[in-house]
């Protein structure tokens, strides 16, 4: 009569219940995130390094015969290079993450640069060194067809130990997944903090010291996207996006350093450094254009839609709205515990 109750999560569920713990221990302590992220990049460094590893001990048997013609059949148009900088720009995403939580760095100015110098090149190192491995091992079409690359890499090389990929794979995912809330987080804290949100998203909760609104509306978005079928057609219209407004903010950058030459400049580089990047920006946003027109469309409507709904929320703001916006704030700051924090993170 009192029998057992199974329970068998399906792979949804998992997926659906890591956002939501991950969110709540960014809730809890910034301390706790940092912690859960360097173990998690930790483990997925080792699985890289075990990659590379069986691919070197594969080539070095002499089985080269998959890298005598690497870019055999390959479609070099500039659309489809351009596509193909989005998917890699999404696999290496995280490079300017630290760029987002710089009020909660110790001297930012000076290991912000420190960061981004070493870790940069390693990880740039790692993952093209990871990209030969999978290579030299896997033909490309099965790749193409695998669910994991990692996984089926595994299997192939690893023989009775490829059951520790899986592991990884998900260990390298929920780490991802954590560095991200940690940091898109700050930015709609400190977009309701300019104006450019509503008040509420800037609250910081009394006891943790963490943006609890900020936190859980960005863990509704990421649920929401989960829907999405089509993971490259969200890869596509993020990257453009991105990519566009960095080609803007890029160019607002150098047209301050001609207006203002003299102005103060905690972080300064060699003027090459945003010339280039604007170059490969804009290249990227303009044969894009070619290769993924509905992408690239969709994207731009949702640009200009901001213009309106600027106009009615901040610029000429409707009384009835701005109402609305404080009788939330008022609701959340109950709710949560928190109060506006008009200076940074402690």
């Known amino acids: 009569k009192y029998g057992k109750l199974h329970f068998h999560p399906t792979l949804s569920e998992f997926v659906l219940f890591f956002p939501g713990l991950l969110t709540a221990i960014n809730c809890r302590n910034v301390k706790w995130v940092t912690r859960v992220t360097e173990t998690f990049t930790g483990m997925k460094v080792l699985a890289l390094l075990v990659i590379t590893g069986a691919g070197a001990w594969h080539l070095m048997s002499g089985n080269t015969e998959l890298l005598e013609a690497p870019f055999a059949n390959s479609k070099i148009q500039p659309g489809f290079i351009a596509v193909a900088f989005y998917n890699g720009l999404f696999s290496y995403s995280g490079w300017n993450y630290l760029n987002f939580v710089t009020e909660e760095l110790k001297d930012p100015y000076r290991n912000l640069p ?10 740039t190192v790692i993952y093209v060194i990871t990209n030969i491995a999978y290579f030299a091992v896997l033909p490309p079409d099965e790749m193409l067809s695998s669910q994991a690359v990692a996984v089926t890499f595994a299997e ?15 260990c390298s995912t929920f780490g991802s997944l954590n560095g991200a809330i940690f940091a898109s987080s700050r930015l709609f804290f ?13 609250l910081i909760n009394i006891n943790c010291l963490t943006p609890i609104p900020s936190l859980l509306f960005l863990c509704a978005l990421t649920l929401l996207l989960l829907f999405i079928r089509d993971v490259f057609a969200i890869i596509n219209y993020v990257s453009y996006v991105e990519i566009l407004f960095i080609f803007i903010s890029v160019a607002g950058l150098l047209r301050l350093r001609q207006k203002a030459p003299d102005a103060h400049r905690p972080i300064k580089v060699s003027l090459i450094v945003p010339v280039v990047f604007l170059l490969t920006a804009g290249f990227l946003v303009i044969f894009s254009v070619f290769e993924s027109p509905m992408e690239v469309g969709i994207g731009t409507l949702v640009i200009l839609l901001g213009i309106p709904v600027y106009y009615v929320t901040i610029g000429k703001p409707w009384r009835w709205l701005t109402q609305k916006s404080q009788t939330f704030n008022r609701f959340c700051s109950k709710l949560f515990l928190c109060m506006p924090n008009s200076e940074k993170l402690d």
């Open 156 to 170: 192939k090389m690893l023989s009775f130990m490829a059951w520790t990929m899986p592991l990884f794979v998900a």
């Open 114 to 123: 420190r960061a981004i110098c070493i870790s940069m090149p390693l990880v």
């Open 190 to 202: 400190v977009g309701a903090r300019n104006g450019h949100l509503p008040a509420a998203l800037s």
